[in-house]
């Protein structure tokens, strides 16, 4: 797909041969309760088919009655979650994934990773044992890591796994573009999701992405966000404000030049805003 054809409708086509939308809602930090259910339903309503949460969120009951809510048909909207790091380990990981399954109301899991690798490479080796083993199960569709390094990934693919992981979710962003990790991960046919796409708000006021919103008439987070969808990554923007979903997803109407990528390419300064050194 040409970075012209670009709409809130593009999805990448994972390794496994299945469909992911390009925008998805991030819920990191939204609180559990109306603010969770609100944003996912306003998401929705926006025009948005992926949602992302995690057990360590705390919020996938609220995401899965907001999906129950919007009566949008399941096989429409894309939910990823995550195995936290705490219930690692083969049995566990099975626990884990049968309870996130319960939490979100549905009978499938279109995309489980692992949220990290700290827990060992015993655990990430069992844990994804296990994610291959809910593939086979039919309760999870695909599968991937997050916050996997090179070397993590080198491990993993060295095991000779039945499926391939699918994802790498990562934060990225112009000042943490992991130009290495990237180039890998496309060698290896697996998609980048890229989380913190807005940096957490840290570089929100910086002086050259203003100066390009200015010259694009949109938002600094509209220009951050296009960046990832012309870079070709699935982009998680956060917000559990009703006017901010909906501007994250306005930006099919314009273009960034190749220039002006070029340019905040090499804004690369590897800020990270999470806990995840890789």
Same mark, same amino acid.
């Given at each position: 797909?040409?970075?012209?054809?670009?709409?809130?409708?593009?999805?990448?086509?994972?390794?496994?041969?299945?469909? *992911?939308?390009?925008?998805?809602?991030?819920?990191?930090?939204?609180?559990?309760?109306?603010?969770?259910?609100?944003?996912?339903?306003?998401?929705?309503?926006?025009?948005?088919?992926?949602?992302?949460?995690?057990?360590?969120?705390?919020?996938?009951?609220?995401?899965?009655?907001?999906?129950?809510?919007?009566?949008?048909?399941?096989?429409? *909207?894309?939910?990823?979650?995550?195995?936290?790091?705490?219930?690692?380990?083969?049995?566990?990981?099975?626990?884990?994934?049968?309870?996130?399954?319960?939490?979100?109301?549905?009978?499938?899991?279109?995309?489980?990773?692992?949220?990290?690798?700290?827990?060992?490479?015993?655990?990430?080796?069992?844990?994804?044992?296990?994610?291959?083993?809910?593939?086979?199960?039919?309760?999870?569709?695909? *599968?991937?890591?997050?916050?996997?390094?090179?070397?993590?990934?080198?491990?993993?693919?060295?095991?000779?796994?039945? *499926?391939?992981?699918?994802?790498?979710?990562?934060?990225?962003?112009?000042?943490?573009?992991?130009?290495?990790?990237?180039?890998?991960?496309?060698?290896?046919?697996?998609?980048?999701?890229?989380?913190?796409?807005?940096?957490?708000?840290?570089?929100?006021?910086?002086?050259?992405?203003?100066?390009?919103?200015?010259?694009?008439?949109?938002?600094?987070?509209?220009?951050?966000?296009?960046?990832?969808?012309?870079?070709?990554?699935?982009?998680?923007?956060?917000?559990?404000?009703?006017?901010?979903?909906?501007?994250?997803?306005?930006?099919?109407?314009?273009?960034?030049?190749?220039?002006?990528?070029?340019?905040?390419?090499?804004?690369?300064?590897?800020?990270?805003?999470?806990?995840?050194?890789?």
């Amino acid at each position: 797909m040409s970075v012209k054809d670009l709409s809130i409708n593009s999805y990448a086509v994972l390794n496994d041969g299945r469909q *992911i939308p390009l925008l998805g809602l991030g819920v990191y930090k939204a609180k559990q309760g109306n603010e969770t259910e609100n944003a996912t339903l306003w998401a929705l309503e926006a025009g948005y088919r992926h949602i992302d949460t995690a057990a360590l969120y705390g919020n996938e009951t609220d995401v899965g009655r907001a999906i129950v809510k919007s009566e949008i048909p399941r096989d429409q *909207i894309f939910i990823t979650t995550k195995i936290w790091d705490s219930d690692q380990g083969y049995e566990q990981t099975l626990r884990a994934a049968d309870e996130s399954l319960q939490k979100l109301h549905t009978e499938y899991i279109d995309l489980l990773l692992l949220h990290s690798p700290l827990p060992g490479k015993k655990k990430r080796q069992e844990s994804y044992q296990a994610l291959q083993e809910l593939v086979e199960q039919g309760k999870v569709r695909s *599968i991937g890591v997050s916050n996997y390094g090179v070397h993590h990934l080198k491990e993993l693919l060295s095991s000779k796994p039945k *499926i391939k992981p699918a994802v790498n979710q990562i934060e990225i962003h112009p000042w943490l573009n992991r130009e290495d990790l990237v180039a890998f991960c496309k060698d290896e046919g697996i998609v980048i999701e890229a989380y913190s796409p807005l940096t957490k708000g840290k570089k929100l006021n910086d002086l050259k992405l203003g100066e390009l919103a200015k010259k694009y008439n949109k938002s600094p987070a509209q220009i951050l966000i296009r960046w990832s969808l012309q870079r070709g990554y699935v982009v998680l923007p956060k917000s559990t404000k009703k006017e901010r979903i909906i501007e994250n997803a306005n930006v099919y109407d314009f273009r960034i030049v190749e220039e002006d990528i070029e340019i905040m390419n090499q804004w690369d300064e590897y800020l990270t805003t999470g806990t995840h050194e890789m």
